[in-house]
């Protein structure tokens, strides 16, 4: 009785994940056939195109700026990983590490800044930037972005720290080490899982955000990636939806080759540690 209730309770899962399954890969499979297909409307685009073709990524060139959208989203997003990662750690060293005055207000603030959405924010954002010339201009979208993510990467980094043994720290500090080797030769290796964490994140948060760049960017020569192609199925006067399809086949390629490059450091980095006695 009980061994044919565990293969009852087996098979329902396997019956689950093969939905779960379905439900992920169809609208994949429905994207990547329409960026195939022949025709260009919403209304001829299917997950099995009659007639392969890749004349939607060749129109995406020759026909729209998609490389220059392409490029400023890399740009966007890249820089907003560096700096990300860089702000962050070091401020959640800080936090983690050292007691100063303000210590509690300041992770306190940054706490509560996390309450409210970003969205929030938009109008504040909109009016600062045009009072100080930001608006239009890809560094703007930049700081907006790092602004935006520093308090709960600071939090989350800090929170790792906090569960990285502090002898480890007291122990360099006898060999005479300073806070910055402490800092960059034995806490930044072991906080590897966490800083890949952080740094795909903040790489697909800016490559893949619409609302922001929407609000804050005019001029087409500044379109990121999500702009731009959202022009393709906006405009009443155009039904490029198979070059849409195309698109986002391409914009998916960034994050599955970080994912797939980084992959491997963060699961050694999870199965690092090290304590000095």
Do not use: C
């Not at 910055?180 to 795909?200: C, D, E, G, S, Y």
């Amino acid at each position: 009785m009980h061994r044919t209730r565990n293969r009852i309770v087996t098979a329902l899962i396997h019956v689950e994940l093969v939905v779960v399954a379905v439900i992920v890969l169809y609208p994949l499979a429905w994207i990547v056939g329409s960026s195939l297909g022949s025709g260009r409307s919403l209304a001829q685009a299917s997950a099995i195109p009659a007639d392969p073709t890749l004349d939607n990524y060749a129109r995406l060139f020759t026909d729209t700026p998609f490389a220059t959208w392409y490029g400023n989203s890399l740009i966007v997003a890249l820089s907003n990983m560096v700096l990300s990662v860089l702000l962050s750690a070091i401020a959640a060293y800080v936090f983690a590490r050292l007691r100063f005055a303000g210590r509690r207000l300041g992770l306190l603030v940054m706490l509560v800044i996390q309450i409210f959405p970003t969205f929030m924010t938009a109008i504040a954002i909109y009016i600062l930037y045009l009072n100080f010339g930001l608006l239009d201009s890809l560094a703007g979208l930049v700081i907006a972005s790092v602004a935006a993510a520093v308090p709960y990467n600071v939090w989350l980094l800090k929170g790792y720290l906090d569960g990285i043994s502090t002898s480890l720290d007291e122990a360099a500090v006898l060999d005479g080490a300073s806070h910055r080797q402490i800092f960059t030769r034995i806490l930044l290796p072991l906080m590897t899982p966490m800083l890949t964490f952080v740094a795909v994140t903040q790489f697909a948060v800016p490559w893949m955000d619409f609302i922001l760049p929407r609000l804050l960017i005019s001029s087409p020569q500044n379109y990121t990636v999500a702009i731009g192609l959202f022009q393709l199925i906006s405009d009443q006067t155009r039904n490029d939806f198979t070059t849409f399809a195309a698109g986002a086949i391409l914009v998916a390629v960034p994050i599955t080759v970080l994912y797939m490059v980084l992959q491997r450091y963060l699961v050694a980095g999870l199965a690092q540690g090290g304590e000095k006695e």
